[in-house]
């Protein structure tokens, strides 16, 4: 069968069709194409890291993301030492070995679609002998294009222990605490400077210009560090 031989889904002579189209065709095209399952991202990474085909370099934002997908997981696979991470994918699962379990991320035919209300991923971990569905979105709902979604999902799960640290569902699902709230940074009602200092007591962000200075004209104190006092500017005026 020559270049129609079965890789494993579709002939690869449909994936080297569509990489060699012009971002307007593939732009038609692509979310068909692999929403009906036609196609599959795993399949598509693999024959371009095989060197199976060859991306000419323009391409439609879509193939683009997953191309550069497939570099995040190459990457992963290159310092994946099994003990304990691994990665591992195929058509439209990925999986994740990590200390905690496996985690593994499918992608649903609705990840191609515009509908918010339709669900893009379905991420489990299987930790012991139970499996854990986790409740979460990936940056910037449907906005990013699927190969940014998809890479920012399986980081995520890779670095679980640190997202952990932020991501409620994450935490429930290992077995850790819920991470603590972090309150709001904001800018400064005073001098619209952004407030870097955390008040225990106030339980807020404070300014440092909300501190007690020196004026350097009178020596007398001022709760700004930012010019004169009060009274010297109003004397100067």
């Known amino acids: 069968m020559g270049e129609n031989k079965l890789y494993k889904g579709a ?24 929403s009906t399952e036609i196609l599959n991202i795993s399949d598509m990474i693999d024959y371009v890291k095989d060197g199976k085909i060859t991306p000419t370099g323009k391409n439609c934002p879509i193939i683009h993301s997953i191309l550069w997908y497939g570099t995040i997981v190459e990457q992963l696979e290159d310092d994946s030492d099994w003990n304990p991470n691994g990665i591992y994918h195929y058509e439209n699962t990925v999986g994740i070995i990590t200390d905690t379990g496996v985690w593994e991320i499918n992608l649903l035919p609705g990840a191609w679609s515009d509908d918010a209300n339709q669900p893009a991923f379905r991420v489990d971990l ?15 709902e449907k906005k990013l294009p699927i190969g940014d979604r998809l890479a920012t999902l399986v980081l995520a799960c890779w670095n679980d222990v640190e997202t952990a640290k932020i991501v409620d569902t994450f935490a429930h699902a290992m077995g850790l605490p819920q991470p603590i709230p972090q309150p709001s940074v904001i800018n400064c009602t005073n001098c619209g400077e952004i407030n870097h200092v955390f008040d225990d007591e106030l339980e807020n962000f404070i300014c440092e210009c909300h501190r007690i200075y020196e004026c350097p004209t009178c020596d007398r104190m001022q709760f700004t560090e930012h010019g004169q006092c009060p009274s010297c500017i109003a004397n100067y005026a």
Not at 18 to 26: G, T
Not at 126 to 140: D, E, F, K, L, P
Request: contains cysteine; charged residues 15%; glycine residues 2%.
């Open 126 to 140: 299987v930790r012991g002998n139970q499996t854990y569905n986790v409740c979460i979105h990936a940056v910037s």
């Open 11 to 34: 002939p690869i002579s449909l994936y080297r069709w569509l990489i060699e189209q012009k971002p307007d065709v593939q732009s038609m095209t692509v979310n068909k194409l692999f």
